[in-house]
């Protein structure tokens, strides 16, 4: 049964195609899924098993109690292991991931992420929904921070994922509630590629209220959902840290839009610099607390930015092919004119608009929703609006 935090992932037929894997036969990679549902046999034991069979996973999936103590595997590791295996059928694992539609990617495969492969303790096993691109593999930002996010973090959100969007940037984040939808829904909105790493089986979706988003992103054609984690694995608190990892081990550099001091993003955040990779922080108000964790990350050396230009420059991007962009709407009458000229990235309430600008309260109002309409301004919340350009 279904827990109600959960919704099940089905893919539809024409969202997604099941391909095995390039470099390993249907049988060898039965074993590699199998051995991914093994607790306690991660990247490290996994490849001391490869190397003392000599790359035959189904040898030693196989393998004798004495044979694995050969290999070096503790007794507690060892009775484990065999309790699982006992309960894994490694055909039955690939029909259920064939009946999904769901890609496998392994450290074998030419189009496991390169930059993935360098960190480490990368996962053996990828599973994937949609089809990852040349792009998603070298051009990549994570952008991550607060589920509870305020107005100024949203507006934040939505520059930089649209501008890094426009300069063919593939967006990394987590699905989570706050900035991670925002960050995910503004690049299907720009016509961008997005890839959602989740924390679970591909065969639920976590948070529920972004199962509609998890399937747009794969139905559009725009991205993928990404997990190392094989199906029915519940998104429990220990699996986050190792998404947060993948996140920003598929990643070039992570942003932190708005964050405070205790949160997943600045454990991302953290893992991008183990990894080597950079970190990037947005200045917040030394005020909120929802800016807390993102100015300490400041303090301790991350890359402030203010644009996205200033990323690109910093990593040195300037090949990627920029998107054309879109012809602005001009004002229609004086009265948009007025109050474009009033409007800034600072948020200003619509009280506040109509006071300075002495218009008719229907008329502010009115005007503003057209504007709106024709992408000149938004409404960030509250009723508080900005100019977008």
């Known amino acids: 049964m279904v827990s109600k935090k959960q919704r099940r992932m089905g893919v539809s037929d024409t969202s997604a195609r099941y391909y095995p894997s390039d470099a390993l036969s249907l049988d060898e990679l039965a074993y590699w899924i199998a051995f991914s549902r093994v607790m306690g046999i991660g990247p490290v034991r996994f490849q001391m098993l490869l190397d003392f069979f000599h790359d035959d996973v189904a040898s030693a999936w196989r393998a004798s109690p004495r044979a694995l103590a050969e290999v070096g595997l503790d007794q507690r590791t060892l009775d484990s292991f065999l309790k699982q295996r006992a309960n894994i059928e490694p055909a039955d694992e690939l029909k259920r991931l064939d009946k999904l539609r769901i890609q496998v990617i392994t450290w074998k495969d030419a189009d496991y992420p390169p930059l993935l492969r360098k960190m480490e303790y990368a996962p053996p096993v990828l599973y994937v929904c949609g089809q990852l691109q040349e792009d998603d593999l070298r051009y990549t930002i994570g952008i991550v921070g607060t589920r509870k996010m305020s107005p100024y973090g949203r507006q934040v959100t939505e520059h930089f994922a649209r501008d890094l969007v426009k300069g063919r940037i593939t967006i990394v984040s987590g699905l989570a509630l706050g900035v991670d939808t925002v960050a995910h829904v503004t690049a299907l909105d720009e016509g961008g590629r ?153 948020p200003q309430h619509i009280d506040d608009i109509i006071r300075i600008s002495t218009l008719a309260t229907n008329t502010v109002s009115a005007a503003l929703t057209i504007m709106e309409l024709n992408g000149l301004v938004k409404q960030i919340g509250n009723m508080q609006y900005v100019r977008t350009n």
């Open 194 to 346: 997005t890839i959602a790493v989740l924390a679970c089986g591909l065969d639920t979706i976590y948070p529920p209220s972004n199962y509609h988003l998890a399937k747009q992103i794969v139905d559009s054609g725009q991205g993928v959902l990404l997990t190392s984690f094989p199906l029915g694995i519940k998104p429990d608190g220990g699996n986050f840290p190792a998404r947060n990892h993948i996140i920003s081990g598929l990643s070039l550099g992570v942003l932190v839009t708005e964050a405070p001091d205790k949160s997943g993003a600045i454990i991302t955040a953290n893992s991008a610099l183990s990894q080597g990779r950079e970190v990037y922080a947005v200045p917040n108000s030394i005020f909120a607390f929802s800016g807390i964790g993102v100015n300490k990350l400041l303090k301790e050396g991350a890359h402030p930015v203010t644009e996205v230009r200033d990323i690109l420059e910093h990593l040195n991007i300037h090949t990627v092919p920029r998107a054309e962009e879109l012809p602005l709407y001009e004002p229609e009458n004086e009265e948009e004119k007025q109050l474009l000229a009033l409007l800034t990235r600072e």
